[in-house]
């Protein structure tokens, strides 16, 4: 079988796919480069929602289509809402993303978009094996997730940000548009960490979520059933489901990075790219993209791109502890919100707060749990 070579293979055209291949075409430095984006769904629907928080404006903003700037968390009957500022909290639909970047094959010469399923990727002779050919790439970049290789292993504790959520459209006012539920632990936690998060667009719609950080996910009813007893809680009256999206986020501080080699580099959520401690990946993975472009500038192996930090570290005790008293996430989520100012915790768990800052945060948990993981993971 005849193999078409290209100087990159792009995985996967979820958001670290895209973004990455955006970002190449749209750089002259890569204009000579030959690239190849492989995506096996159509992207014609609206599949998930993605929310981030950020300062002032980005190149995305055109199709981020709700900002908050307030922000409520409830747990064990404690209830804090507070202003996101300096922050914004962004939401940007799936569906308008896709249809953001759907002109990039027919804009770009150098871009190849193949609609195809991915078999097998060879890292040894850079072959990647699909329904509708074999291509071979000088650099592989993979967003491809494979969860056998987490669930394979001990060292890193595998949790699971699983839920479901349902855009809803309510008969009575019950939303308040400007205020978006982060989290809303008061709900039956049936012993693991559940809470809910709505995400406010008129007095009568929002989406609303069902969401575990656990290590099982749950029959699908469950999670409905559970979404229809917070409405009704809050009077709703008669609700109509407009759209349903349901996900299964990795929540580990395995080190994907261990599969990397000089040609091959797994981005996104398959890269680790996903924030341990709280599930989120869009922003992460806007700002490393911008990284990844300035690293293939220089030309260097691809396994010398991630780096392990202090925050990694945080987020390996953070889930040791999680993992460990999974039925005490509320208690744990309701000291950080409740001792710490919003702007500390959104700076921090953006992986831009200063040692000072973080022992102080530090020392507002549940210090016996946290020195107990600490030791775990020292000895």
């Known amino acids: 079988m005849e193999t078409e070579k290209f100087d990159y293979v792009i995985c996967g055209g979820g958001a670290s796919g895209t973004l990455l291949a955006n970002s190449l075409v749209s750089d002259s430095f890569f204009s000579n480069k030959k690239i190849l984006l492989i995506e096996k769904d159509s992207k014609a629907i609206n599949d998930r929602t993605w929310c981030f928080w950020e300062k002032g404006e980005s190149e995305l903003d055109h199709i981020v289509s709700k900002k908050w700037n307030s922000a409520i968390f409830k747990a064990n009957n404690f209830k804090k809402q507070f202003e996101t500022s300096p922050y914004r909290y962004k939401l940007i639909r799936g569906i308008d993303f896709y249809n953001n970047f759907k002109g990039l094959k027919s804009k770009y010469n150098n871009l190849t978009y193949l609609n195809s399923e991915i078999l097998k990727i060879d890292k040894i002779t850079n072959i990647i094996t699909t329904d509708k050919g074999c291509f071979e790439g000088d650099l592989i970049f993979s967003s491809i997730f494979d969860a056998s290789l987490i669930k394979n292993q001990k060292k890193y504790p595998y949790l699971k940000q699983h839920f479901i959520g349902q855009l809803v459209e309510t008969k009575n006012e019950i ?38 950080f656990s290590p099982n996910e749950l029959k699908k009813d469950e999670y409905l059933n559970s979404i229809k007893s917070y409405l009704k809680n809050l009077n709703s009256g008669n609700y109509e489901v407009v759209e349903t999206e349901q996900g299964s986020i990795p929540m580990t501080a395995y080190k994907f990075k261990s599969g990397n080699t000089k040609n091959l580099l797994n981005i996104g959520t398959a890269g680790g790219w996903t924030k341990a401690s709280t599930g989120y990946t869009f922003l992460n993975t806007v700002n490393k993209t911008k990284e990844l472009v300035l690293f293939l500038k220089k030309g260097k192996p691809l396994n010398e791109f991630e780096k392990t930090n ?39 768990l953006d992986n831009k707060t200063s040692i000072l800052e973080e022992i102080k945060l530090m020392m507002t948990f549940k210090k016996r749990w946290f020195i107990e993981a600490l030791i775990k993971r020292l000895f």
Do not use: C
């Open 175 to 212: 939303f308040n548009p400007n205020v978006v539920t982060l989290m809303d632990f008061d709900i039956p936690q049936k012993n693991s960490t559940r809470f809910i998060y709505v995400l406010p667009f008129s007095k009568t719609k929002a989406l609303v979520e069902y969401t575990l």
């Open 310 to 348: 202090r925050f990694w570290f945080f987020d390996l005790l953070f889930i040791d502890v999680l993992n460990k008293h999974n039925d005490m996430g509320g208690s744990i989520f309701k000291t950080m919100f409740e001792k710490n100012n919003s702007e500390i915790i959104f700076k921090f």
